[in-house]
Each structure stands twice: as structure tokens, then as C-alpha cells.
């Protein structure tokens, strides 16, 4: 009997979140330095104390959205783990280069799709 596909949302919520934040990072990075830059141009020419400390939190920001995407993706791809009884599973053996990433619970008896797709190193 073959193993029902059901779609493991929370995984896909978990990387598309990251991937947010690590987008609305950026931004918050790249609006800071703007302000940074057009409250310069006045009379005295220095950035305040509240321009430095946006820049600075903002980049702060930045560098824990990376590290936050970078254990999201270990999770999914490293360390899946079945979302019924928690085992560690290997990815599905007939998963290929380019196809969907589906991981195989014996105990449960489920592939779990995780709603991402393995891109081939190369191609974007």
C-alpha cells in the first residue's frame, strides 16, 4: 500500500515567513540609511544619535533574519521531523533533482510535501 501525500503547511508558512522578514529587514536597512543620508545634508552635516541607532538595529535586524533563514532551512532540509509523531524522516527516495521536497513517515504511513521545490545547482 502506498503511502498517502499530505501537505505540510507549517513548513512552508516557517520559510516564507523567513524569507519576509529577511526582506522587510532590507528594507528597514535601506530606509534608515536614507534618512540617514537626506538629514545629512543640513547645515551642521553629522548624522544624529537616532539615525546611527536605526542604521545600527537595522543591521542588527539584518544579521538575525539571515541566521533565522539559515536554521529554517536546515530544519527543512536537514532535520525535517514528521509534524504527527515528531520522527526524523529521510527524504523520499523517489525525489529527484527539480522535484517537490517530500519526506516519507513509515510509522505514520504519510509523505509529507513540504511545498517547496529542490532547485538544480546552476539554474535559477
Known sequence: ??????????????????????GA???LV???????IISNRGERGQ??????????CSILLVLL???NVFVNVARLRLFYRCPKCRARL???PEAAVGAKIVYRCIKC???WDTGWTEVPRGED
Do not use: I
Not at 500500500?1 to 529577511?22: C, I, N, Q, V, Y
Not at 535601506?30 to 540617514?36: E, L, Q, R, V
Not at 548624522?47 to 545600527?56: E, F, H, I, L
Open 65 to 67: 533574519a539571515v541566521v
Open 1 to 22: 500500500m502506498s503511502p498517502r501525500r499530505l501537505e505540510d503547511r507549517r513548513a512552508g508558512k516557517r520559510m516564507l515567513t523567513a524569507a519576509l522578514l529577511f
Open 47 to 56: 548624522a544624529g544619535d537616532w539615525q546611527s541607532m536605526a542604521v545600527c
Open 25 to 27: 529587514a532590507m528594507l
Open 109 to 111: 504511513n504519510v509523505d
Open 90 to 92: 529521510p527524504r523520499a
Open 30 to 36: 535601506g530606509g534608515s540609511m536614507a534618512w540617514t
